[in-house]
């Protein structure tokens, strides 16, 4: 039901933000980006699109297996001054073709950009040949030269024009007098969420500037949520991370006060869920660390996130084979699909529970993939890229055509068994995770004193795995989660892609000072931090509101 409900467009911020103090605090930032734009190109903005980063609280690495998360959305955000482009006024020479954009933002750290669409016929760009979703255009298709080989600002602006440009206006079409133009666009951009910490900043990005060119061109209007999440996560995918859907629908469908229960099959499914109110103990927050180690997600791809993508997806295939369940040559499962196939149970009759009881059944079925290599040295307890064709029952041409044609991915030994272990085990607790939220919240007096007990215990089980199984975590990850643990959080875990970025731990409200106190004492990169430094290091946050549409009085 949230997943159908249209994006809120507003036309106040008290609308917008309903709690008067963050209001207040958030009215001088809208007003200066405001203010900073007319400056910059010399009109005001029509609209200010806003879209926030997001704290996975459990469920890390399952998404793209299509398995369900829960995340919140956190009050760091993006936000993006926008309006049609004068150009005359402006002197816009380049912008002016169709659709043009000027990109500016406030962190001088990034570059001004001005780049306009191309309509082309061939194929894709050298930087593209890696880009699955472009990789095959023999029609007329939009052009944007997303450099998918290092990290670039822009190429999150350009992801999400790309959406907006194929599907609200069909490159066949262009230029004909069957279909408008997309209009040239000013872009002045402003963000708080820190980037490559494992808070999305990406997907902010992205889903902002889909809502921005969305809104400019005047397409907005019977969008639903659910669509801009589908949207925002095939324009991801162009920036050259194979991701699931757990940033972008936190960053959209997200409500305060709420965290939300995301599941992605057989279609996308969004719960949102209040975090239970203990009354016998003091209220907890979430309070996320940034490790300081910034994950480079796009630039080491090829032996994280894609590798794990990669992993699973291959891991799937020889499940189903161990499992007697038959595959077309050319299929590409996921775990969870597997999963379906093996139940046999039409997934309309398979709610939470059932699904709950189908994974706690199919758990030693997973045993089947663990490798027999007794004799190697430990640490290489998995498959050679040989022995993965061979028992994936392709040849090693469909094998390359179907997993690795459309992915660059590096490793010598491959885990499928650990990587599977992970997802059906994570699966299973982001499940408990759910129940204990919702048991709590129907209980008609206080919910049961160990709740948050209960909620720790899973996330700390959920960084075991990761570091363990998934092997997304880092020492530095590692070494904050056991100092958040000694501070006295009731769990806490690596969020997010990991090898490296945030922490996120369960913290009693009224002792978050004192926490925060001893993480800065035990973490060394933290010694030498102050006032806002620390602060932009480590922070408590609160479930916030999802993407919105600001409108400006004109
Ligand atoms: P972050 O932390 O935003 O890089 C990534 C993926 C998610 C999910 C998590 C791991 C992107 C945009 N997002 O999150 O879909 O797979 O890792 O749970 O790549």
Redesign the pocket.
């Given at each position: 039901m949230a997943a159908q409900l249209p994006v809120p467009v507003f036309t106040s911020l008290d609308q917008a933000i309903p709690d008067i103090q963050t209001a207040a605090v958030q009215a001088v930032r809208y007003s200066q980006l405001v203010e900073e734009y007319e400056k910059r190109f010399g009109h005001k903005p029509t609209y200010i699109a806003r879209a926030p980063?997001?704290v996975?609280l459990i469920?890390?690495?399952?998404?793209?297996v299509l398995f369900g998360?829960f995340p919140a959305a956190i009050e760091r955000d993006i936000l993006i001054a926008c309006g049609p482009s004068l150009s005359s006024e402006s002197g816009a020479t380049e912008t002016s073709a169709p659709g043009g954009v000027r990109a500016q933002n406030l962190n001088p750290k990034y570059d001004p950009q001005t780049f306009a669409p191309m309509l082309k016929s061939a194929g894709p760009s050298a930087a593209e040949e890696a880009d699955a979703a472009s990789a095959v255009h023999a029609e007329p298709a939009w052009h944007l030269d997303i450099n998918t080989r290092e990290l670039r600002w822009e190429s999150y602006i350009k992801a999400g024009y790309y959406g907006v440009l194929s599907r609200f206006f069909p490159a066949a079409l262009a230029g004909s007098d069957k279909q408008d133009h997309p209009v040239p666009v000013d872009l002045l951009f402003t963000g708080s969420v820190p980037s490559g910490?494992?808070?999305?900043?990406?997907?902010a990005m992205?889903v902002a500037s889909t809502l921005a060119f969305l809104t400019v061109n005047n397409k907005l209007d019977g969008v639903t949520k659910g669509q801009l999440v589908e949207m925002a996560m095939e324009n991801?995918k162009r920036?050259g991370?194979?991701?699931?859907?757990?940033?972008?629908a936190a960053s959209v469908i997200c409500t305060p006060h709420s965290a939300l229960y995301v599941t992605f099959f057989p279609q996308l499914g969004a719960e949102l869920i209040p975090l239970p109110t203990p009354r016998t103990t003091p209220r907890a927050v979430f309070v996320c660390a940034n490790s300081l180690v910034v994950?480079d997600?796009v630039v080491s791809a090829k032996w994280h996130?894609n590798l794990?993508v990669v992993e699973t997806l291959v891991g799937a295939r020889v499940l189903a084979n161990k499992l007697g369940i038959q595959l077309g040559p050319a299929d590409r499962p996921t775990f969870r699909e597997i999963l379906s196939r093996w139940l046999g149970t039409p997934e309309s009759e398979l709610d939470t529970d059932a699904l709950k009881v189908g994974i706690e059944r199919f758990l030693p079925e997973v045993e089947k993939l663990r490798p027999g290599h007794e004799g190697r040295p430990a640490g290489e307890e998995g498959v050679t890229m040989q022995e993965m064709i061979e028992l994936s029952g392709l040849s090693a041409e469909q094998f390359h055509k179907v997993y690795l044609s459309w992915v660059e991915v590096e490793a010598e030994y491959f885990q499928l068994y650990k990587r599977a272990r992970h997802v059906f085990t994570e699966a299973l607790r982001v499940i408990e995770f759910r129940d204990v939220c919702l048991r709590a919240n129907a209980s008609s007096d206080a919910p049961p004193a160990d709740t948050l007990q209960q909620l720790g215990a899973l996330m700390d089980a959920s960084h075991e795995s990761c570091a363990t199984l998934c092997e997304?975590s880092c020492p530095e990850v590692d070494a904050l989660c056991w100092l958040a643990k000694a501070a006295g959080a009731y769990g806490s875990r690596t969020?997010?892609?990991?090898w490296g970025?945030c922490t996120v731990s369960l913290v009693a409200e009224d002792r978050v000072e004192e926490f925060i106190g001893k993480i800065k004492e035990g973490y060394a990169p933290y010694r030498e931090l102050e006032g806002e430094r620390l602060r932009e290091a480590s922070f408590a946050t609160k479930p916030s509101a999802g993407a919105f549409v600001l409108k400006l009085d004109a």
């Amino acid at each position: 039901m949230a997943a159908q409900l249209p994006v809120p467009v507003f036309t106040s911020l008290d609308q917008a933000i309903p709690d008067i103090q963050t209001a207040a605090v958030q009215a001088v930032r809208y007003s200066q980006l405001v203010e900073e734009y007319e400056k910059r190109f010399g009109h005001k903005p029509t609209y200010i699109a806003r879209a926030p980063g997001r704290v996975n609280l459990i469920g890390e690495h399952i998404d793209y297996v299509l398995f369900g998360a829960f995340p919140a959305a956190i009050e760091r955000d993006i936000l993006i001054a926008c309006g049609p482009s004068l150009s005359s006024e402006s002197g816009a020479t380049e912008t002016s073709a169709p659709g043009g954009v000027r990109a500016q933002n406030l962190n001088p750290k990034y570059d001004p950009q001005t780049f306009a669409p191309m309509l082309k016929s061939a194929g894709p760009s050298a930087a593209e040949e890696a880009d699955a979703a472009s990789a095959v255009h023999a029609e007329p298709a939009w052009h944007l030269d997303i450099n998918t080989r290092e990290l670039r600002w822009e190429s999150y602006i350009k992801a999400g024009y790309y959406g907006v440009l194929s599907r609200f206006f069909p490159a066949a079409l262009a230029g004909s007098d069957k279909q408008d133009h997309p209009v040239p666009v000013d872009l002045l951009f402003t963000g708080s969420v820190p980037s490559g910490s494992g808070l999305s900043s990406s997907a902010a990005m992205v889903v902002a500037s889909t809502l921005a060119f969305l809104t400019v061109n005047n397409k907005l209007d019977g969008v639903t949520k659910g669509q801009l999440v589908e949207m925002a996560m095939e324009n991801e995918k162009r920036v050259g991370v194979n991701s699931g859907g757990l940033d972008q629908a936190a960053s959209v469908i997200c409500t305060p006060h709420s965290a939300l229960y995301v599941t992605f099959f057989p279609q996308l499914g969004a719960e949102l869920i209040p975090l239970p109110t203990p009354r016998t103990t003091p209220r907890a927050v979430f309070v996320c660390a940034n490790s300081l180690v910034v994950s480079d997600k796009v630039v080491s791809a090829k032996w994280h996130y894609n590798l794990r993508v990669v992993e699973t997806l291959v891991g799937a295939r020889v499940l189903a084979n161990k499992l007697g369940i038959q595959l077309g040559p050319a299929d590409r499962p996921t775990f969870r699909e597997i999963l379906s196939r093996w139940l046999g149970t039409p997934e309309s009759e398979l709610d939470t529970d059932a699904l709950k009881v189908g994974i706690e059944r199919f758990l030693p079925e997973v045993e089947k993939l663990r490798p027999g290599h007794e004799g190697r040295p430990a640490g290489e307890e998995g498959v050679t890229m040989q022995e993965m064709i061979e028992l994936s029952g392709l040849s090693a041409e469909q094998f390359h055509k179907v997993y690795l044609s459309w992915v660059e991915v590096e490793a010598e030994y491959f885990q499928l068994y650990k990587r599977a272990r992970h997802v059906f085990t994570e699966a299973l607790r982001v499940i408990e995770f759910r129940d204990v939220c919702l048991r709590a919240n129907a209980s008609s007096d206080a919910p049961p004193a160990d709740t948050l007990q209960q909620l720790g215990a899973l996330m700390d089980a959920s960084h075991e795995s990761c570091a363990t199984l998934c092997e997304s975590s880092c020492p530095e990850v590692d070494a904050l989660c056991w100092l958040a643990k000694a501070a006295g959080a009731y769990g806490s875990r690596t969020t997010g892609a990991g090898w490296g970025g945030c922490t996120v731990s369960l913290v009693a409200e009224d002792r978050v000072e004192e926490f925060i106190g001893k993480i800065k004492e035990g973490y060394a990169p933290y010694r030498e931090l102050e006032g806002e430094r620390l602060r932009e290091a480590s922070f408590a946050t609160k479930p916030s509101a999802g993407a919105f549409v600001l409108k400006l009085d004109a």
